[in-house]
Structures are given as structure tokens and as C-alpha cells.
């Protein structure tokens, strides 16, 4: 079992940028497609960029293409999103997550995810 611990939330005002960091236990890290998901008071929780466990540049939420980007480093076990031009619509607890197989290449639904860090509150003030 995998564990995740995100960092990197907190208040910003709009057009401001933040940087999430999720590191990872476990010596399959490299191993696992991950992925950073959000959701919102009262909706679903929602994809919002996704890496595979080969690396690359990355999957986008259209919401946020253009001004997120996903990055790993298999070598300390860690996952960025870093996040430009915040509006206040990317207001949500930002959770990331590994893929329940390893070497996994399907979609980033949810519930291919079988492994969830505790979340961390992105606020972005207009």
C-alpha cells in the first residue's frame, strides 16, 4: 500500500500561482500512473492532471490546460502540479492519487485510484 502526503495548499489571490508536492511511500512509485484531483463544496470530485507512471507531459482537465502542469520525480518519490494563473473557480481540496495497478495506462477516473493522500485546501480570493 502506497501512501500519499500532499503539501503545498493554501490562500492566493487570483492569477496567483501555487505548487502542490505529493510524496509517496513505497518502493513502486515508479511504478504507478498518478494523478491530482479536486473537488469542490457540494460537487463531484473531478480529474485535474494526470501522469503516467513512464512520465511524459502529462493529462489535462481542459478547466485547467494552459496553466497546469504535472510533473514527477521518481527519485524522491514525488508528484508537483504546479498552478498558474489560479482562478477563483480552482477553489477545492486537491487530492493526488495512485493508480490501483501498477504500470497502469487506462483513464484517470477516480476509481481506477486506489491509493488518496489527505488533500490539501487550494483558496483562491478574487
Known amino acids: 500500500q502506497v501512501q500519499l502526503v500532499e503539501s503545498g495548499g493554501g490562500l492566493v489571490q487570483a492569477g496567483g500561482s501555487l505548487r502542490l508536492s505529493c510524496a509517496a511511500s513505497?518502493?513502486?512509485?515508479?511504478?504507478?500512473?498518478t494523478g491530482w484531483f479536486r473537488q469542490a463544496p457540494g460537487k463531484e470530485r473531478e480529474f485535474v492532471a494526470g501522469?503516467?507512471?513512464?512520465?511524459?507531459?502529462?493529462y489535462y482537465a481542459d478547466s485547467v490546460k494552459g496553466r497546469f502542469i504535472i510533473s514527477r520525480d521518481n527519485a524522491k518519490n514525488t508528484v508537483y502540479l504546479q498552478m498558474n494563473s489560479l482562478k477563483p473557480e480552482d477553489t477545492a481540496v486537491y487530492y493526488c492519487?495512485?493508480?490501483?495497478?501498477?504500470?497502469?495506462?487506462?483513464?484517470?477516473?477516480?476509481?481506477?485510484?486506489?491509493?488518496w493522500g489527505q488533500g490539501s485546501q487550494v483558496t483562491v480570493a478574487s
Open positions: 492519487a495512485v493508480a490501483k495497478f501498477t504500470y497502469y495506462s487506462g483513464s484517470f477516473s477516480p476509481a481506477n485510484f486506489g491509493s
Open positions: 501522469i503516467r507512471w513512464s512520465g511524459g507531459s502529462g
Open positions: 513505497g518502493r513502486t512509485f515508479s511504478s504507478l500512473t
